[in-house]
């Protein structure tokens, strides 16, 4: 199947500090890519979806300068957590659609997640 | 709220029963998709059911889907200690990217 790596897996930051996280498609190109955040024992909230070359779309209530989206290439999508807080320490995972022959089963191949905290 | 209901929200089991796990969602879709998550891991893709689709199997998985009551199942034969997890609906909507969205889960625990 399609593999979607994130890195990096796990960080640990200061408070006040920015940190990124990059999603890429390694075998496949990927014009929509999804951001979900998710705390412990819950399920997986969308945060955003990431557009090739365009503005990403944020969901309601996800502060769009807080969580910077930058999908710049087919392969790759950038969530970049500014000024982070403890608050918002979490699981971070990333998804993408191949854009290429499967985008018709709409399956999404997700990355393995990046686990944030905030001291 | 972005997330559809799943019932139950925990499901524990002995090994070799079977499980069934139920999942609702509020508006059109173009597929649903059922994952499984280990705790603290990455999602594992089980199966796909699009929108014209009443029922589909996969080893041990039966997924079935109702778009006229909005609701999926997914049942596990002959569970294994290995199927403890947590498992997830997910829906593609229409437009948008086939924007996903995650149902709230039901925890599996199967005991042996």
């Known amino acids: 199947g399609a593999v979607v790596s994130q890195h990096p897996s796990w960080v640990i930051c200061k408070s006040g500090t920015s940190v990124k996280i990059e999603c890429r498609s390694l075998?496949?190109?990927?014009?929509?890519m999804f951001w979900y955040r998710q705390f412990p024992k819950q399920s997986l909230m969308l945060m955003a979806t990431s557009n090739e070359g365009s503005k990403a779309t944020y969901e309601q209530g996800v502060e769009k300068d807080k969580f910077l989206i930058n999908h710049a290439s087919l392969t790759l999508s950038t969530l970049t957590v500014t000024s982070a807080h403890p608050e918002d320490s979490s699981f971070y995972i990333c998804s993408a659609r191949d854009s290429g022959g499967r985008m018709s089963t709409g399956e999404l191949f997700f990355g393995e997640g990046s686990r944030l905290t905030v001291l | 709220s972005q997330q559809g209901e799943e019932d139950p929200q925990a499901l524990s089991i002995q090994e070799g029963e079977n499980a069934t796990m139920n999942c609702s969602y509020k508006?059109?879709?173009?597929?649903l998709q059922w994952y499984r998550q280990n705790s603290g891991r990455g999602l594992v893709h089980l199966i796909l059911?699009?929108?014209?689709?009443r029922e589909k199997h996969s080893g041990r998985l039966r997924v079935t889907l109702d778009t006229s009551k909005k609701s999926s199942s997914l049942l596990i034969t002959a569970s294994r200690a290995a199927d403890t997890a947590s498992y997830f609906c997910?829906?593609?909507?229409?437009?948008?990217?086939?924007?996903?969205?995650f149902g709230a889960g039901t925890r599996l625990f199967v005991k042996a």
């Open positions: 997910a829906t593609a909507h229409l437009g948008g990217g086939f924007k996903t969205i």
């Open positions: 059911i699009r929108s014209n689709e």
């Open positions: 508006t059109s879709i173009n597929n």
């Open positions: 075998d496949f190109q990927a014009t929509t």
